[in-house]
């Protein structure tokens, strides 16, 4: 077969194109031309074209979705500039069990991920990608990850036939001619191959090669899996370079505080699923705090990358230049930022559409609709026993669309890092807050990380897992070895590390009630990490780490009594054995090449904890 010719869109005009010859003379380097040409030869599109990222080029994408049925555009004064995206009813979520490491040594990927030897990935995708873009359109997306001028950005390029990734890549990402700029003549930069292909469940592979930079993608067109980009080049990619490079990239939302005097601190945050990163990056402070002079802002959801600066501070950047959230749960109470991002340019993905051509789903303020399309299709009414919404529906959004967006978000330094706070769903022993003592207990904190897997019926619990950082799904290799990074991190000379948090704000009573009431007031805790990393509050030493004294925490204007406050901030001993041990035997699973210091660390709660119950049976004799 003849190799379809590259179309580039000239400078300045993006709507016509060019002789594949002049290619040369653009910003891109040879090498990138040579691969896409290799990448048409292997895949035969129709066509081959140069994504630009501008908004003519977008529009045009939306037209062609719209002409194939797609997409559906939503009302203009609803949600103006917007549409609606149904996926294929087993495409839906992240695909765990087709996610592969294929490093050259099973050893570096570890117990935590699957891996497969790369020659025989390497050939079994060729055969998979041969021939798979025929009579389609193969878009070429060069991409920008971090601040354009940062030197923290990188490059890559996506290879798909799917105009639907490329609508999501053109929110969530910097494409086109930004990123070309940026390639100059350098090499290595991470390439990615994604098809649509037949959407077999059975044949989809999502496929990483460290040692190449390269992703391979197919049989799917949903969510990170197929926007590579994202956790795919952001974590699983980017988390080996940075090992290699001495910086850390990380699932963690970066946001800023600004106190009444104007001083601002900088945190971030990592927390498995249905913990409420979001939902914290963009909180929206209680009316008090606000008419005090308080303020958050929001400079990313999901990614941090962290490099040290002269000062041997950490500062980090969002790579992405938008947000690709859950809409199930969203509302006015949960995130009231994130509604009013919503609000127009955004892509919603297995929402329901009502017959007004708005979206709904489960838990959004509005009034449920008497009739409207489900996520599938079909014809949905409140009594028809199914959700309107599939719990993992999404929305894709521009970061500019965010109120509370920080003027610091695209500082090609990046911000310096005060805080980072670790999450998880816990409903009995974490207390709702506490420090860790040092860098490397934080480490030992984060590396223990865990929570409770929501379930669909109301009042029960599911499983607990264990997410260390929550990078479980997301590192590129050996957990353990991920582990001693941290910990080397810490060791630099000269560094100056980040007091580290651990928060849980599902903690419940014996009637199963919620003690914290969470959303906005989550905001007295950010205030406590401010006071502590600003030296002006004070702390009480536990076993775990320094847990706030009541008055810190600004709880008065609830009317607790002081044995309701002490379950919330409560250490109790029994249920912290059994957490020791818990940590013990998952920390087992990484023993070839565990760090001696998170062992030290293990033994060191469990000596303390022992030593707090003696103190307990001392003082009640």
């Known amino acids: 077969m003849e190799s379809p010719g590259v179309i580039l869109p000239p400078t300045p005009e993006p709507t016509s194109g060019v002789q594949a010859g002049a290619v040369q003379q653009s910003p891109m380097n040879r090498e990138l031309v040579t691969w896409v040409e290799t990448v048409a030869r292997l895949t035969q599109p129709q066509i081959v074209h140069w994504c630009t990222g501008t908004d003519d080029e977008g529009q045009r994408i939306f037209e062609l979705m719209l002409r194939d049925g797609s997409v559906q555009k939503l009302d203009t004064l609803r949600h103006p500039n917007s549409c609606y995206f149904r996926s294929d009813p087993g495409d839906v979520a992240r695909s765990a069990d087709r996610t592969f490491i294929c490093s050259l040594s099973e ?83 991470v390439k990615g191959i994604h098809s649509v292909g037949t959407l077999d469940p059975e044949q989809r592979y999502i496929c990483h090669f460290p040692e190449e930079n390269l992703i391979l993608s197919v049989n799917t067109n949903y969510g990170s899996d197929a926007m590579l980009p994202k956790k795919c080049h952001a974590l699983r990619l980017a988390s080996v370079q940075a090992r290699r490079e001495g910086w850390l990239a990380e699932h963690m939302m970066i946001l800023c505080v600004t106190s009444p005097d104007g001083v601002r601190t900088f945190m971030a945050g990592a927390f498995p699923s249905s913990c409420g990163k979001t939902s914290l990056a963009m909180l929206l402070p209680p009316d008090a705090d606000l008419a005090a002079g ?68 489960e838990g959004l303020d509005d009034d449920v609709p008497e009739f409207s399309t489900d996520w599938t299709g079909q014809r ?51 207390p709702l807050v506490y420090e860790a003592f040092n860098w490397q207990h934080g480490t030992y904190v984060g590396a223990t990380l865990t929570s409770e897997q929501p379930t669909a019926v109301a009042g029960t619990v599911g499983p607990l897992r264990f997410d260390p950082m929550a990078m479980q799904p997301f590192c590129g290799y050996h957990m353990a070895d991920y582990w001693q ?50 030296g002006r509050s004070d702390a009480s030493e536990t076993a775990i780490g320094m847990i706030p004294k009541p008055q810190s925490l600004e709880l008065s204007d609830f009317s607790w009594t002081q044995e309701f406050i002490h379950e919330l901030l409560a250490v109790k001993i029994d249920d912290w054995y059994k957490e020791v041990d818990r940590r013990e035997e998952f920390l087992s699973r990484f023993s070839s090449k565990l760090p001696q210091e998170l062992l030290d660390e293990n033994d060191a709660l469990r000596k303390r904890i022992q030593h707090a119950q003696l103190r307990s049976r001392y003082a009640n004799q």
């Open 294 to 361: 308080w303020k958050v802002e929001v400079i990313g959801d999901d990614i941090a990358w962290m490099h040290f600066g002269d000062d041997g501070r950490l500062y980090a950047v969002n790579p992405e230049a938008g947000f690709f959230g859950v809409a199930t749960g969203t509302n006015g109470e949960t995130n009231p930022n994130a509604m009013e991002t919503l609000r127009s340019n955004t892509i919603f993905t297995n929402v329901a559409m009502t017959e007004e051509r708005g979206v709904w789903w």
């Open 380 to 430: 949905w009414t409140p009594e028809c026993g199914r959700p309107a919404a599939h719990p993992n529906s999404r929305f894709t959004v521009p970061a500019t669309n965010c109120p509370t967006l920080s003027e610091e978000w695209d500082n090609p330094q990046g911000v310096p890092i005060s805080a980072i706070i670790f999450g998880g769903r816990r409903t009995t022993t974490m």
């Open 485 to 534: 990074h941290w910990l080397n991190m810490g060791r630099r000379d000269g560094a100056d590390m980040p007091k580290v948090y651990h928060v849980n704000w599902f903690r419940k009573d014996w009637g199963d009630r919620y003690l914290w009431p969470g959303f906005r007031n989550n905001m007295r805790v950010l205030k406590w990490i401010v006071d502590r990393v600003r």
């Open 107 to 189: 050893d570096d990927a570890g117990p935590s991920n699957n891996w497969i030897d790369p020659v025989y990935m390497r050939d079994l995708m060729a055969r998979q990608f041969n021939g798979c873009m025929q009579g389609r359109v193969m878009y070429v997306v060069p991409y920008l990850l971090g601040p354009p001028g940062s030197p923290a950005a990188r490059v890559g390029v996506q290879v798909t036939d799917s105009p639907y990734v490329v609508a999501n890549l053109r929110l969530m990402n910097r494409i086109g001619r930004v990123a070309l700029e940026h390639f100059a003549d350098q090499t290595g930069f």
